[in-house]
């Protein structure tokens, strides 16, 4: 939108009507998520986990930026007490090699996409459908509530591993899809009850009253007024909860009921290197490692953006 | 005086009382406004005061259709408007607009103070064209005392009373002939109260405004308003000028209300005798029999629990005392020492 402040000076306007008025200052106006954005800027949490989270990304997009070691060949005479090869820089299997030769540094870094892709889609998959499914249960109230609330009370009960076997195992081949679609399945439920009691709480606020008053319809009423508004408690809630996605697939893949071996995993790396704990150590030492940084920079992003957009502390 | 441009007739707002969790069986409603008439006339301020919970909201509410009357009418230039839904209310909204009572939670804090005010144009294209909206938000942002300027600023940077301005502005912004106004100056400091009100009455006579102004500040709702309803328990117990209910107060009720009117002089404050009444207001689930009003009455006699006292000027009073006033013994209170 253009400036007003620049073409008309304060002089124009009538000065018994301003009464409460300060004087006009050249300032941009500052949206409540503006504000949180430049918050967050200036916090040493959020940058480090931002640029955490940044290179995991590019990790998960071009794992070939970072090595050109295939982690999937394995050299049968290398195991994980032969002395690595610190060739060149981007040829070098800084890590050693698992029990099947293969380049460990390699599959730590191809491991990253399944981690990634999994959180990300996992946690779109809960906000979207637990999103909609509690603004409608907050909004509309009655039986709608009723259903919605007690279909998410059957979820709640259900172990998430047990459940996850139980749906993976209804799968001949398993996928980072499948996987996916095991703990969107289960973990929706969270955020329908984040987002109900959000919604349930801005519905009751005046400015809700007052576009209802003007005659706006339950669209613009849910999506202009209400979501706006209700959406902050569930960003935070599905940024912790990524970091969590992320260690449940490594759960799922440790245990061998998650990813299979074709695919990368730091779940099933975790699970091979465990057996070898005491003559090479580092073997675990690498793929967990990498594991709890990425939940730790998700968990740590979760709370700065908490701080930002928590209206109490505003 | 001029004609009435909302008529009132029997309203009714009953609020179910359910038990059970699957097959929900009504024991009982609240009763928060329980048979209400009043007129409203053009150009008109009609204040309605009364105690918290007396139903003042509610009324509020029904009238702008945000609740649906359990019955009665409530008649907009003779067509009632309390039944209508979809495109019909719609239109009829236009008419009937709304000042809330909290500037803090009836601006939403996602949108700029144009959206705001533009959203009225939004919501009902037909009363600016499109490329004319950015002016008419800005005409309306001056016509309240704001600056212009301030179009892309967002609620959190205004004060109170600027938030109040910005409220009334979206209220305007459709250009209607009733404001209901539901404590609008409750909620602000004192000097922003004058503020708000004059703004109010300069307003009214610029857009030939009729106002329903429902406070519970006694001596703000005489300095508005031209007629006074009193409201108990869901019920209207009098209805008059200014005059009569603020000198005239035939309903033993109001007498009570005016006489705890706080009195800035304190020698005055000694001598003037002031009315308690002990108990609390009733629930409005189970209200007393006959006259609502009884149960906290120095008057109550056994008539009053058995006949409910209509709505009507008393025929034993003369003068400014004749108004309206739901009262089995109504008389004017003399003072002992004015």
């Known amino acids: ?314 | 005086m001029a004609e009435n441009i909302l008529e009132v007739k029997d309203l009714v707002k009953h609020y179910p009382l359910t038990q059970g969790v699957l097959f929900k069986k009504q024991v009982g409603a609240v009763k928060a406004v329980d048979g209400i008439s009043f007129e409203l006339k053009k150009g008109e301020t009609l204040g309605i005061v009364g105690e918290s919970g007396c139903g003042k909201s509610t009324l509020a509410k029904v009238l702008m259709n945000l609740e649906r009357a359990t019955s009665g009418q409530v008649l907009f230039k003779g067509e009632d408007i309390s039944q209508l839904s979809g495109a019909a209310l719609k239109s009829v909204r236009r008419n009937i607009q709304m000042v809330f009572q909290d500037p803090y939670t009836s601006l939403n804090p996602r949108m700029t103070v144009g959206d705001i005010i533009g959203e009225p144009f939004e919501i009902h294209p037909e009363v600016a064209p499109k490329g004319d909206r950015r002016k008419a938000v800005q005409d309306l942002l001056d016509v309240v005392g704001l600056n212009p300027e301030y179009i892309n600023r967002y609620p959190h940077q205004f004060s109170g009373g600027q938030r109040q301005r910005i409220g009334i502005a979206r209220g305007l912004a459709l250009k209607p002939e009733i404001i209901i106004c539901d404590e609008p100056v409750s909620a602000l400091d004192v000097s922003v109260q004058a503020q708000v009100i004059n703004l109010l009455e300069q307003l009214q006579s610029e857009f030939e405004l009729s106002y329903m102004f429902i406070a519970h500040d006694l001596s703000i709702v005489r300095h508005i308003s031209d007629r006074v309803g009193v409201m108990y328990l869901g019920k209207m117990v009098e209805i008059g000028s200014d005059e009569e209910i603020y000198d005239n107060a035939t309903h033993p009720y109001t007498q009570a209300l005016l006489s705890a009117v706080p009195v800035p002089d304190p020698a005055a404050r000694e001598s003037r005798d002031r009315i308690i009444l002990s108990g609390d207001i009733p629930s409005p689930a189970n209200p007393p029999s006959g006259c609502r009003f009884r149960t906290r009455c120095w008057k109550a006699e056994d008539r009053c629990a058995e006949e409910i006292p209509l709505l009507a000027v008393p025929t034993v009073l003369k003068g400014a005392a004749a108004h309206d006033s739901a009262c089995h013994f109504p008389e004017v209170r003399v003072q002992a020492a004015a």
Not at chain 1, 85 to 104: C, E, H, K, T
Request: net charge positive; with cysteine; glycine share 10%.
């Open chain 1, 1 to 314: 939108m253009p400036d007003l402040t620049e073409k008309k000076t304060s002089g124009d306007i009538p000065a018994q009507r301003t009464a409460d008025a300060p004087a006009p200052k050249q300032e941009k106006a500052r949206s409540l998520g503006s504000d949180a954005w430049h918050d967050l800027r200036r916090k040493p949490i959020f940058v480090i986990s931002a640029l955490l989270i940044l290179l995991l990304v590019v990790i998960a997009i071009a794992p070939g930026l970072f090595t050109s070691v295939d982690p999937r060949a394995g050299d049968l005479r290398n195991h994980y007490l032969t002395k690595p090869n610190y060739g060149s820089f981007f040829q070098a299997d800084w890590f050693g090699y698992d029990l099947q030769g293969r380049s460990i540094y390699a599959r730590v870094i191809y491991g990253a996409r399944a981690s990634v892709v999994v959180g990300i889609c996992v946690t779109a998959g809960v906000t979207i459908l637990g999103g909609i499914t509690g603004m409608l249960a907050g909004y509309f109230g009655g039986w709608i509530d009723t259903i919605i609330s007690r279909v998410t009370d059957i979820f709640f009960g259900i172990p998430l591993l047990l459940g996850a076997l139980v749906i993976l195992n209804a799968f001949t081949e398993r996928t980072i899809w499948s996987v996916v679609f095991a703990l969107v399945a289960l973990g929706w439920t969270q955020m329908t009850r984040v987002m109900r009691g959000s919604v349930i709480t801005v519905k009751q606020a005046d400015f809700v009253t007052a576009a209802k008053a003007l005659g706006a319809g339950t669209t613009r009423i849910l999506f202009k007024h209400i979501l706006p508004n209700a959406i902050a408690p569930v960003i935070v809630v599905a940024t912790i909860a990524l970091g969590g996605y992320i260690a449940t697939e490594a759960t799922l893949s440790f245990l061998g009921i998650g990813l299979q071996d074709p695919t990368i995993s730091w779940g099933i790396d975790i699970n091979s290197a465990q057996k070898v704990i005491r003559t090479a150590p580092f073997a675990l030492f690498f793929p967990a490692g990498m594991l709890s940084l990425t939940v730790l920079a998700f968990i740590m992003l979760g709370d700065a953006v908490r701080d930002a957009l928590d209206p109490k502390l505003r």
